[in-house]
């Protein structure tokens, strides 16, 4: 009856054990999928941005205004610059949350020539391009197609204004998926409705632009580039792919840092309880491991046994983990479509690594145990002691 209650203590035990692993492993998936978002998305901007040059409006003055396009006019005559395209963006949202995970939804516009001389041609996943004639159109981005109700043909509202949904982006993972895009003239015209009054009677809507995206020629260092065009055109700030990229894996980084911490706690505390079943288990085999000693098991086998067993509690914890993990996920993504805002992605990168993670952690926890195992006295150890 004893043996029959130990056994079954032990395998409570266990389980407990695998459930606190897996609440771990839990939390590293949940946090490690924000963080492979955010990664994914600061990878795409870094390479959509990696042989061109943002150029936007100085912002330290006391009333930052908006560019004139004339301003483009003025960078197309510096050297080693081949075309300047105007850009409009401002967030979808006339009050900015201020604060986001992910890239906030934004409304863009860019002169639709741009892509001739750009490195990247961004895809249409159904319905067709916008042209610099159109009006009342827009393409929407893949993830704020629930958020808009955006179907073709249909009408959305985009800051009071009634525009025709003609075609809506392909998956990016960058700002695209959650961006509306406009017709250039369409985009002056919102942000004109935005400014002062101040402003607006100093500024034509067809001369706004709130930055400039500009292509170097072939073989022009485009850092360089950006140095000269900041230098020379007063009232701008000019950001090279090196730049640009410094600034966002920044940012990144640290955010990676504070997710992955959080999450690597949660995983240690779990950790606890691998050292407290394996120390309770050795507690109550201990005739076992005498026996074994006494039959000629060796040192290396009983200790390769314990960890093992450590090994394989990870490994259970990891797995329910994951898959709890991932189901968590796809749950707050799903809710979070409605507003456009989907931060989680679990990668098989992110499935490797908790399950390797556990495993590991799992084997480090079981060696002092295990150690413990292999110095009990035969002798001791057969008698009960």
Known sequence: MEIIINMWRRKMRTLLTIFGIAIGVLALVVMGSMAEKLNLQAE?????????????????????????????????KIKGVEYVSPVISTPLEKKSSGFSLGYEASITAIDQNADKHGNSYLKIYTGRRLTNDDSGKAIVGYDLVKKLNADLGRDIDIRGKKFEVIGIWEKTFSTTDTSVSVSLKDGQSIIYDDLPSIIKSNINPADISTG???YPTSGTNPDKLASIIQETIPGTVALGPKQFQDQVMSSVNTVNSIIYGVAVVSLFVGSLSIINTMTMSVSERTKEIGVKKAIGA????ILREYMLEASVIGLMGGVVGVVIGSIVSSILNSIMEATGDKLFLVTPRLVILSLAFSVILGTIAGIIPAIHATRISIVKALRGA
Request: charged share 20%; aromatic share 8%.
């Open 44 to 76: 795409e901007g870094v390479k959509y941005y990696q042989n061109k040059i943002q150029v936007s409006s100085d912002t330290s003055s006391m009333l930052p205004a908006p560019l004139k396009i004339s301003t483009g006019d003025e960078i197309t």
């Open 212 to 214: 400039f995206v500009v």
């Open 298 to 301: 060796k040192t290396g086998t």
